[in-house]
């Protein structure tokens, strides 16, 4: 309906064509008096279809050489300030932004010729979003309503946002405004960055396409990972909060597209196993695939015409070498030199080799990336696991058994004749030549010999290895004391509470590792005879068993572990006489101490 004010639109029009006409940035009073006029049209605009309809339509004077005489005043006089100015500009972007974006508002002929505008507001929220601008609270206003107005305008024109988004992809680096735009202190900007983005590839995978193929898509990918690390903790009914979860949305797409194999790839740097962005979107893949139900058909699913890798096939590859990275810096910061050989079938570990191997020598050199690594590390774990869980519950749901645990086999099928996830898995190999079975075992017997365990708040020590000199009491040796020394970064029992809590951060830099890993490893040996007998060959029987025990940095722990020896033992009597060879050498006592009770046991 029309709004009652609206019935003269030419006098409107000519108002405010008047207002331009004699317009002076420079004067306060030709400001006010032209913020007004909008200020009063964009509350009648924000209300009224028929407004924007009739307002759009005026032939004479036509709006549109007035607004685009507007916009180019407005864009000059930004150019070179006067301090004093500044205030009364940030006011006359604002109205003149409103203004557009209400008149715009789901009216495409109005989005046509509004667009010719898209430049001037460009070089405005270049000049909003530089470092000094952004000293400025007052300017946010500007910012975000310059960022809604240009959202407006393409906003369901197929056409404009195509236009848009691809000059937007193909800026000179310089002159990039959607990077300065996400790097906003102020949330409600930051949203509004977001929706612009959200709006440009909906219902389009083309231009969603664009962010991981064109010459800046990635490089506004890194800064909207940027922005979504910084929000992960917000509240979600903060302004942060709204704003992460608009972002949220913005990768929902990427990643229900099948693109984000691709964008993880282009977010590599040479030489280095994992990056931090890599890390912040593995976060948002796994919770992708964790809320989907579909999960492994898109984890496995190829773009089509592409020669590119799923993103299960990245998945992976990244878990192999996250795990060999992990395994090679542990064994540096242990000075073990060699990496622990393969354990046969018919070489059997003595249970004094066994823990002698486990028992922690003295720290050389401690790797600093490797808590962030083997935070990475847990995300692609639960990625699999996830996909591999999706997998067994869609062939259940389809009323498809699985095979029989009394056939041996490496490999199962589903009815399409494709490989499951699971499979997958147990045949992937490292460049190194090391199984995926393999080098979860080995991962795992590093990380529970490296990472201190906490059970309820306080330390586990470890016993001293059998044969070695112990002070009286079980206390550990010099040797060992100075390994945990050179975890902790300080002597003594624990007793301390403030020193409690510095080795309690140390395990919670790895938290969920051991968990996450031994789980995995449950799912893969599940009705999986050949996977069975790998961890035995391995030796990975006695792991998963040091692994059944309460770790507060590792929650149901030993639950998942219990769960995983079962699927290890099940039919399987090799494996079996394996944990019944395996005898008690010691006791936990009142302060979770392991005493040795071999003589006379």
């Known amino acids: 309906m029309t709004d009652p004010r609206m019935h003269d639109t030419s006098a409107d029009v000519r108002k405010l064509y008047d207002a331009a006409q004699t317009f002076d940035p420079d004067v306060a009073e030709h400001v006010q008096a032209l913020t007004d006029i909008l200020d009063e049209y964009a509350s009648i605009l924000a209300k009224s279809d028929g407004a924007r309809r009739q307002l759009g339509d005026s032939p004479d004077p036509p709006l549109w050489l007035t607004l685009r005489r507007l916009w180019d005043i407005t864009s000059e006089a930004h150019a070179d300030p006067d301090q004093d100015d500044i205030p009364r500009l940030i006011n006359l972007s604002i109205s003149l932004a409103r203004f557009t974006r209400n008149l715009v508002a789901a009216a495409p002929f109005n989005q046509e010729r509004a667009f010719d505008n898209e430049r001037a507001i460009r070089r405005l929220i270049y000049h909003y979003t530089s470092f000094n601008a952004t000293q400025d609270p007052a300017t946010f206003a500007a910012t975000r309503m310059l960022s809604q107005a240009l959202s407006n305008i393409v906003t369901g024109n197929d056409t404009l946002t195509q236009t848009l988004w691809t000059t937007y992809l193909n800026l000179p680096e310089e002159q990039l405004v959607l990077p300065r735009l996400f790097a906003s202190p102020d949330a409600r900007t930051v949203s509004s960055a977001f929706v612009l983005v959200l709006n440009c590839i909906h219902d389009s995978v083309h231009r969603a396409e664009l962010l991981t193929t064109s010459p800046r898509g990635p490089r506004i990918c890194l800064t909207m990972l940027d922005r979504m690390a910084s929000l992960f903790e917000a509240e979600e009914s903060t302004e942060e909060g709204r704003a992460f979860d608009i972002g949220y949305e913005v990768f929902k797409r990427v990643i229900g597209a099948g693109l984000v194999a691709g964008l993880y790839i282009r977010l590599a740097v040479h030489q280095e196993v994992i990056t931090p962005h890599q890390t912040t979107l593995l976060k948002l893949i ?241 009705q999986n005879r050949a996977v069975q007998d790998r961890v035995r060959v391995c030796g990975g029987i006695p792991v998963v068993m040091n692994l059944c025990v309460v770790d507060d940095y590792n929650p149901y722990l030993r639950e998942h572990a219990i769960f995983t020896l079962r699927n290890l033992l099940f039919e399987n009597v090799e494996n079996q006489a394996v944990v019944d060879a395996i005898k008690p050498v010691g006791r936990w006592d009142e302060e979770k101490v392991l005493r040795d009770i071999r003589g006379g046991v």
Do not use: M
């Open 286 to 526: 796994d919770s992708y695939l964790h809320g989907s139900q579909r999960a492994h058909e898109l984890a496995l699913s190829r773009r089509p015409g592409a020669d590119r890798s799923s993103l299960f096939d990245v998945l992976t590859e990244t878990f192999l070498a996250l795990s060999s990275y992990t395994q090679n810096a542990i064994q540096h910061s242990l000075a073990s030199g060699d990496p622990t050989p393969a354990r046969s079938e018919n070489h059997r570990v003595s249970p004094d080799a066994q823990e002698q191997s486990d028992a922690s020598p003295p720290l050389q050199n401690l790797d600093l990336l490797l808590p962030k690594v083997c935070e990475a590390l847990v995300l692609v774990t639960e990625c699999l696991t996830t996909v591999a869980l999706r997998a067994e519950e869609a062939a259940t749901d389809a009323g498809r058994p699985r095979i029989s645990s009394a056939i041996e086999t490496s490999v199962n099928t589903s009815v399409s004749g494709q490989p499951s996830p699971k499979d997958l898995l147990v045949a992937a190999t490292a460049s190194s030549g090391q199984g995926l079975v393999e080098s979860l075992v080995e991962t795992l017997r590093l990380v529970d010999v490296f990472v201190p365990r906490i059970t309820y708040g306080k330390l586990v020590k470890r016993p001293p290895p059998p044969g070695s000199e112990a002070s009286p009491g079980g206390q550990q040796t010099n040797d060992q004391q100075q390994g945990h020394e050179a975890i902790f970064g300080q002597k003594g029992d624990g007793g301390d509470p403030v020193e409690d809590a510095r080795k309690a951060q140390v395990a919670q830099a790895f938290a969920h590792v051991k968990r996450d890993l031994v789980r995995l490893l449950g799912i893969l040996a599940s």
